[in-house]
């Protein structure tokens, strides 16, 4: 069973940077669509960046230029591995719960940013991005 546990929340300052990790494991495939999503209080959530393994990465227009998602590192084994999201000129409406997400299989750049498609989600890790 695929696991995700994501890192490296916290509480920072407008201007500011966070990394955050997704470690993932009980990778049994090498085609999967992996994201990072994020969901405010009170809001839907939402896709922040994605990509299907073997196609380009997708962002929301509201974090392009300021965030970058690493290629998801693969183990020896291939049976795990870690995923980065670099977050930089953090804003408070960057504030959220962030989540690492992973399914099996192609997903259509169109519906890259679509939680619906996803299967697997880690906990979540709080930004705070406030002064």
């Known amino acids: 069973e695929v696991q995700l546990v994501e890192s490296g929340g916290g509480l920072v300052q407008p201007g500011g940077s966070l990394r955050l990790s997704c470690e993932a494991s009980?990778?049994?495939?090498?085609?999967?669509?992996l994201g990072w999503f994020r969901q405010a209080p009170g809001k839907e959530r939402e896709g922040v960046a994605a990509?299907?393994?073997?196609?380009?990465?997708?962002?929301?227009?509201?974090v392009k230029g300021r965030f970058t998602m690493s290629q998801f590192t693969m183990s020896q084994d291939n049976s795990r591995g870690t995923l980065y999201l670099q977050m930089n000129s953090l804003k408070p409406e960057d504030t959220a719960i962030y989540y690492c997400?992973?399914?099996?299989?192609?997903?259509?750049?169109?519906?890259?940013?679509?939680?619906?498609?996803?299967?697997?989600w880690g906990q979540g890790t709080q930004v705070t991005v406030s002064s």
């Open positions: 997400a992973l399914v099996w299989g192609f997903v259509s750049s169109g519906r890259l940013l679509d939680a619906n498609e996803y299967r697997y």
């Open positions: 009980g990778i049994r495939s090498s085609a999967y669509s």
């Open positions: 990509n299907w393994r073997f196609g380009p990465q997708r962002y929301a227009d509201s």
